[in-house]
């Protein structure tokens, strides 16, 4: 939206109770002050549910969630550490879990303790019921911005608006001061016209219209359309023909001609006329406003061309337009082969007018260019292309030139434009994923691979990952600068789209939490999107909700809209300004208690900083869960998009049970996966064939090579169904041998070069190293190894592979020995990141009787306490994420002394979920079942009476 700052408001309205958005909770007697965020739009029943506390020092206490008859449904100890600080006034954010509530109703969290604290009520629903008021809402906005003759009256009571827009007058460009929006010269310059350019919608809380953000306002649209099928909305589908309609008038295919913007912001410097920001008002009083100074802002808008007829125009412009006409085709395709061939064309006839010879610089998006500045333009063209291939292949027709250019397109923007994540000005996560959905169904090779595009779609949301690991409210978006908003809406876009396409949901559990954070479980405790929640934006800054809608939160509201989001402190240093004549008094006091990292959000119009809405936030928002809600779909929409050709690497789940599978025993990995349920296994084991080899082979069988005909039927079979597979390299037979590669080989490269080949192979993210026995004590090969890991992370990390290692490692009752510390101190001093520590808890050949359960969660603790150590100022469930824990089903090899038994399984998985482990395992998927009670460490079974797969059922529900 403009950066133009806007006048605005000053008014005053209670500060919400701890049992709500803004306000700080009751002190306790300690003085110590709490209050809980949560999502307040809900959960789903089946998803990860994360609530945090803020406190204003350590806190002490335990957490309850109630549901709406105040009974207990689910209860815990507050965190020992912090996740993080987030200001001096909350030096300490708790994450509180409470994923085991599933069923569907009314519930809120309280914190007892050093301080009492209780959430605003929020509900666990159903998909259809959490992401369809979302995408509806949003909608609706749309319609609060439409301009034109056909308007809907809606609670806001709009009225039709600037008629003459349908004979407007083209001008020249004019030239602009440089720290403003103001124009330089005494006039504008008439070029041509009239034409025809009403209806469309208002791009922010001003009303101009802007080709390029209603250009991508209904590319999300049509998105959203097309992601739902028979499923989308109708006002939906209205609104999107509503945003085709406006597009194909801006674009004159006749002469050829662009039409980049309808009105001006500022007006002139010497103020011999006023442009929109100048003034305050609803759209409808513009049509009979007669006074000549106001005629550029009201009656007679001035209409701007992107290029002169027929001459080249930006390409970023041309690209997205053009996608946004060939998704039409696409989406008509199915109903209206008229309207979709004549959509097809207004594609073409436009991208195959985009100047990618020479760019003019700065691009052109708008006038002036710094409400809204883009850089990268070659998203764009591979996106038209994208498009306009898909739409060729919906109706029948060759679009295979298109598809080229797309690709090529890509590869130069993988080259060149890569960083940012999808929003207004970085449309390649859409790109990517369409085209690959494109090469799919064209079948022939192109300039660059699916591989390739899935690659950089994982890099954007690894991006978003990154960030929301270290904050303290996991928000994996930029709160400290412009629309953090729309960019974490892209990101849950993002992960909808890519597993719709993949079916991967290695990023679900991200996606939840962006979306929690947008929706109230933020430190101001605010929904980005109005009405959404009980705590949302009240004092927007936009002329037609300030002066129609109320300022207390209550209808009529301007429901659907998306605001900026929290920004830059440093963007409120002067304070704000004053009100524009015109204005209605209003600000929401209080959220300054909250601003930390920072940042800061402000509910009050004046604040364009943080409180305008836009069409590209909202549309994102739009698209974001119309992606989410697709995904509950069990057939589907019509157009679901066809599978990548081959398969690329994906990331696990974050908390992944992956139980060891035998692969020496000669048995299927597919068909021990589809008996017991296990979706993920560990393999065991790569070793070389004897020592001094640099060759690994399945358990060091050279009939059994690195080969997709060993085994890579059941694991691409394993992979389609969701799941996947982790290759263990050495464990006790290869470490008591020397022929763990590590061990075996003196070739750091070749080392490197065998994690490699097993990773291209089977298209597998993780591999495990199981280090013991004699390989702890070979310093040379610890020293190897961990150089081997740096080295094939650092080629990872070129080809885009989500690569994680694990550490399979012994352990004591108290935590890892020397021996084992040495391995991670040796992986921190050759720059190896080690993703998870997995201990194995049993063999612990001490003498003393054990309680397997008890000292497992024993290890882990200190386990945890020397990650620490090593790595400090790490939150500590970041730590426990990277835990891996391993029992032995059963008797273990030491005998009866240490014996897992069947009726812990369960404690075990609700221990580790609870504790926020990483990664759970046993040894080996081929003991579950109970064919040999007695006997100690088999191969082929527990040694302990128990239903067949009774483990493995108990620990299922741990991958999420």
């Known amino acids: 939206m403009p950066r133009s700052a806007r006048a605005a408001v000053i008014s005053v309205l209670a500060v919400l109770a701890a049992t709500g958005g803004v306000g700080a909770a009751p002190a306790s007697a300690a003085s110590v002050r709490a209050v809980v965020r949560v999502d307040q739009v809900g959960y789903l029943p089946a998803e990860e549910k994360h609530a945090f506390v803020l406190a204003s020092r350590a806190l002490h206490g335990s957490y309850a969630v109630l549901d709406a008859h105040g009974s207990t449904v689910a209860s815990g100890a507050l965190p020992s550490r912090a996740r993080g600080s987030w200001s001096a006034a909350w030096p300490a954010v708790y994450e509180v879990s409470f994923s085991s509530v599933r069923a569907p109703g009314r519930y809120t969290v309280r914190v007892s303790g050093d301080a009492s604290a209780v959430s605003v009520p929020f509900s666990v629903r159903p998909p259809g019921d959490l992401y369809g008021p979302l995408v509806a809402d949003g909608v609706s906005f749309f319609g609060v911005q439409r301009d034109g003759a056909t308007v809907p009256g809606g609670p806001l009571r709009r009225q039709p608006s600037h008629l003459h827009d349908a004979s407007a007058d083209v001008y020249a460009t004019p030239s602009f001061d440089p720290d403003s929006d103001a124009v330089l010269e005494h006039d504008l310059t008439r070029t041509g016209g009239p034409v025809d350019v009403s209806g469309g919608w208002f791009d922010a809380g001003d009303y101009l219209k802007f080709t390029h953000t209603a250009a991508y306002a209904d590319i999300l649209l049509l998105a959203s359309e097309r992601s739902l099928g028979a499923a989308a909305p109708n006002d939906l589908r209205h609104e999107a023909r509503r945003g085709q309609s406006w597009l194909a008038k801006m674009w004159d295919e006749g002469t050829r001609t662009l039409h980049l913007q309808v009105g001006l912001g500022g007006g002139s410097a010497d103020g011999s006329f006023l442009g929109d920001h100048d003034l305050w008002r609803l759209p409808e009083a513009d049509d009979a406003t007669t006074a000549r100074g106001l005629r550029y802002a009201t009656s007679h808008r001035p209409v701007f061309d992107a290029a002169p007829a027929g001459q080249p125009v930006s390409p970023n412009l041309a690209g997205r337009v053009a996608a946004a006409f060939a998704m039409a085709a696409q989406v008509d395709a199915r109903t209206d082969r008229h309207r979709a061939t004549r959509e097809l064309r207004r594609a073409t006839s436009l991208y195959a007018l985009a100047d990618t010879a020479s760019p003019p610089e700065p691009l052109t998006t708008a006038l002036p260019n710094d409400f809204y500045p883009e850089s990268t333009w070659r998203d764009d063209m591979e996106l038209g292309g994208a498009e ?573």
């Open 388 to 960: 306009i291939a898909l739409a060729s292949q919906a109706l029948g027709v060759d679009g295979h030139a298109y598809l080229a250019a797309a690709s090529r397109w890509a590869r130069a923007y993988l080259a060149t434009e890569t960083g940012d994540t999808f929003n207004l000005y970085d449309t390649s996560a859409l790109a990517h994923l369409d085209l690959v959905r494109a090469l799919a169904a064209d079948g022939r090779t192109a300039a660059v691979s699916p591989a390739t595009l899935l690659g950089d779609v994982r890099r954007q949301l690894a991006t978003g990952v990154r960030r929301a690991a270290s904050d303290p409210f996991r928000a994996g978006g930029v709160y400290t600068d412009f629309d953090v908003n729309a960019h974490t809406w892209g990101l849950v876009a993002t992960e909808g789209w890519y597993e719709r396409l993949t079916g991967s949901r290695s990023y679900a559990g991200f996606a939840t939490s962006q979306r929690d954070w947008l929706l109230g479980a933020n430190a101001w405790g605010v929904s980005s999107m109005v009405g959404a929640g009980t705590t949302f934006p009240r004092c927007m800054q936009h002329q037609v909700a300030n002066l129609r809608g109320s300022t207390d939160g209550t209808a009529p509201l301007a429901v659907g809209a998306v605001v900026n989001g929290p920004n830059s402190s440093d963007l409120f240093a002067d304070g704000l300004d004053g009100l524009q004549e015109g204005m209605r008094a209003c600000s929401v006091p209080g959220y300054a208690a909250f601003d930390g990292h920072g940042s800061s959000y402000v509910d009050d119009v004046r604040s364009w900083q943080t409180d305008e809405p836009a069409l590209d936030m909202t549309g994102t928002a739009v698209a974001a869960a119309a992606a989410q809600l697709a995904l509950a779909s069990p057939a589907g929409p019509p157009d679901a998009p066809v599978p990548a050709p081959g398969r690329t690497p994906e990331p696990l789940p974050a908390h992944v049970f992956a139980p060891y599978f035998e692969a020496y025993t000669g048995e299927s990995p597919l068909a021990v996966s589809r008996a017991s349920g296990a979706k993920h296994l560990t393999l065991a084991f790569f070793q070389t064939e004897r020592p001094g080899s640099c060759t690994v082979w399945w358990n060091g069988d050279t009939s059994q090579p690195v080969s997709p005909a060993t085994w890579g039927a059941d694991i691409a079979a394993i992979q389609a169904r969701g799941g996947d597979v982790i290759p263990s390299f050495g464990g006790y037979s290869a470490d008591s041998t020397g022929t763990d590669i590590a061990d075996s080989c003196s070739s750091v490269s070749k080392i490197a070069e065998a994690y490699e080949s097993v990773i291209r192979t089977y298209s597998v993210s993780r591999i495990d190293l199981d280090v013991e026995d004699a390989s702890l004590a070979n310093a040379a090969a610890v020293v190897r190894r961990n150089r081997a890991i740096n080295r094939v992370q650092r080629w990872a990390a070129r080809e885009h592979v989500p690569l994680q290692v694990s550490y399979t490692l012994p352990t004591s009752t108290h935590g890892l020995e020397d021996d084992g510390l040495a391995v991670l101190r040796s992986a921190e001093k050759a720059h190896a990141r080690i993703d998870v520590v997995n201990i194995m808890t049993f063999d612990y050949y001490d003498d003393a009787p054990h309680d397997m359960l008890r000292d497992a969660q024993g290890a882990a603790t200190a386990l945890v306490g020397q990650l620490a150590d090593l790595h400090p100022g790490v939150p500590t469930d970041r730590l426990w994420s990277t835990v891996g824990v391993t029992q032995m089903l059963g008797i273990d090899d030491y005998g009866p002394p240490e014996v897992f038994r069947a009726d812990q399984a369960v404690p075990f998985e609700r221990w580790a979920e609870r504790a926020g482990i990483g990664t759970v395992s046993f040894w080996a998927l081929q003991r579950d079942n109970g064919g040999c009670v007695g006997t100690a460490g088999s191969d082929s079974c527990s040694g302990v009476a128990q239903r067949p797969w009774q483990f493995t059922r108990a620990l299922l529900p741990f991958t999420r």
